[in-house]
């Protein structure tokens, strides 16, 4: 984790550098490889001393904590505290969506589980729609020695039928008036 102090009308020094350092701790565990960077301005005003922190997580989340007391400690826990609770309801949500993500992958393995029976008989393979092209059957004949399926689905250019031309297991040529 990246961590960036800045100070205005203040000078870190390192009790203080070291106090952010231990706040910010606790989130870093929380957080843990989400966390991307950490950015914290102390500001000290007349009798408040404020404390802005900005947390860059995964998935470009920005979690926004602010927090003005009379000490450092009390300015900089409350600050972490308004991220941690943020850090909490972003953890949860990817946490859900992980166990959608899983619970939909069982699901389907059972499906494939369930399907696997039905699966026994031939494997169907489904292709695209051809083009009932108008042709006579003899020039469907010869069509279809040619193409590597064994089928054409064809329009009989005599009555406007459609028609399908295939051959059987004895090397003729069959035929199916529609």
Do not use: C
């Not at 989400?34 to 001393?49: D, F, G």
């Amino acid at each position: 984790m990246r961590l960036v102090v800045t100070g205005r009308h203040v000078d870190i020094t390192p009790a203080l550098r070291g106090l952010v350092d231990r706040k910010l701790g606790k989130l870093g565990r929380r957080l843990g490889d989400a966390l991307v960077s950490a950015q914290i301005v102390l500001t000290q005003e007349k009798n408040r001393r404020v404390a802005e922190l900005v947390v860059h997580t995964r998935g470009d989340h920005m979690l926004h904590g602010s927090a003005g007391e009379a000490s450092w400690d009390r300015s900089v826990t409350a600050a972490a505290m308004k991220v941690a609770q943020q850090a909490e309801k972003v953890k949860g949500k990817w946490q859900e969506r992980q166990r959608h993500a899983t619970a939909a992958k069982t699901v389907a393995a059972r499906g494939a589980a369930r399907a696997e029976p039905a699966a026994e008989g031939p494997r169907i393979v489904r292709g695209g729609r051809p083009a009932a092209k108008p042709m006579t059957v003899e020039e469907a004949a010869r069509e279809l020695a040619a193409s590597p399926d064994g089928v054409l689905v064809f329009r009989n250019a005599v009555d406007g039928s459609l028609n399908v031309v295939y051959v059987r297991k004895n090397g003729d040529v069959g035929l199916i008036e529609g």
